[in-house]
């Protein structure tokens, strides 16, 4: 973790997002979506996918299947993928841009690690723009993670842009975290705590939050509208696959046999392993 003065560092964190996979319905508009709300721009398309990203760093891979079956908000799977901005005046940039492009968000919160913009895709997947506080503005007396949910002050947020306009997703922006819907949040500790090696760095009502290296969350898992959903029902648009990316390549030898521990049998691959969370939900781990 960097010092507690300083903006977390995700590159230094043992484990951070890399990709993540979006089964669609209307590739064309997803794809349009995002690049023109989210800024992201195409790297690469065929007839079935678009990945999309910032510069040649895939952060949205989109694949195409107009016969899936619409997402289900009470099934496990995604509550939102969270683009993490580098400054807050690239949050208030954003921000006037979507205010100005009339997109219709569906809150913002101050979270005391972050401020937080929430909207969803054209096919209701979640999406949350946000950016970091200083790491010490985190931590209570004690020295632990807190977070809340309190209105943000969106005025003062706008003021924050330096008086320039947006021009796309920041090169030095990145996913920070994926928010899964689970049907359990002890069984998702077992899996994201036990078995990836993630620490629970707060427990909140209905959710745990999973956080690598110090920083709050790269990953969480809640159950707000997904209490005692089943595996995830096959042929359904949405979530495909969250892509973490470990910082120490022993890291994933250690994972694996947690994994063969706890009964799991990951699928290798020539730069890692794909595991499949209680709900279904693919995790692929790469180096």
């Not at 079935?48 to 990203?53: S, W």
């Not at 040649?56 to 079956?69: G, K, N, Q, S, Y």
């Not at 427990?203 to 509208?225: C, E, K, M, T, V």
Request: proline share 5%; hydrophobic share 40%.
């Amino acid at each position: 973790m960097t010092k507690t003065t300083d903006f977390f560092d995700m590159s230094a964190a043992p484990m951070r997002i890399g990709r993540v996979r979006l089964k669609v319905r209307a590739l064309n508009a997803v794809s349009s979506f995002y690049q023109s709300v989210l800024g992201l721009t195409e790297i690469t398309r065929n007839d079935r996918e678009v990945t999309l990203g910032v510069g040649l760093t895939p952060l949205l891979v989109l694949e195409a299947d107009p016969a899936l079956a619409p997402g289900d908000r009470r099934q496990a799977g995604l509550f939102h993928t969270a683009f993490l901005m580098p400054t807050r005046a690239d949050l208030a940039r954003w921000l006037g841009h979507v205010a100005k492009a009339h997109i219709r968000l569906q809150g913002a919160s101050d979270h005391i690690v972050s401020e937080a913009i929430y909207l969803a895709d054209p096919e209701g997947n979640g999406i949350e723009v946000y950016v970091d506080r200083p790491v010490s503005r985190w931590l209570d007396a004690g020295g632990r993670i807190q977070m809340t949910t309190e209105p943000l002050d969106v005025q003062n947020l706008l003021a924050a842009d330096e008086g320039t306009v947006w021009t796309g997703f920041p090169e030095k922006g990145c996913i920070g975290h994926v928010h899964l819907q689970v049907g359990d949040t002890a069984a998702a500790d077992r899996f994201y705590r036990d078995v990836l090696g993630f620490d629970v760095t707060v427990d909140y009502p209905g959710a745990s939050f999973y956080g690598s290296g110090g920083y709050h969350h790269q990953l969480a898992g809640n159950i707000w509208n997904s209490r005692g959903a089943a595996r995830r029902p096959e042929g359904m648009a949405g979530l495909d696959d969250v892509e973490i990316i470990l910082r120490d390549a022993a890291e994933l030898a250690d994972i694996l046999a947690r994994a063969e521990s706890a009964g799991l049998q990951p699928t290798l691959h020539d730069d890692g392993a794909t595991l499949r969370d209680p709900w279904g939900i693919t995790i692929t781990l790469t180096n």
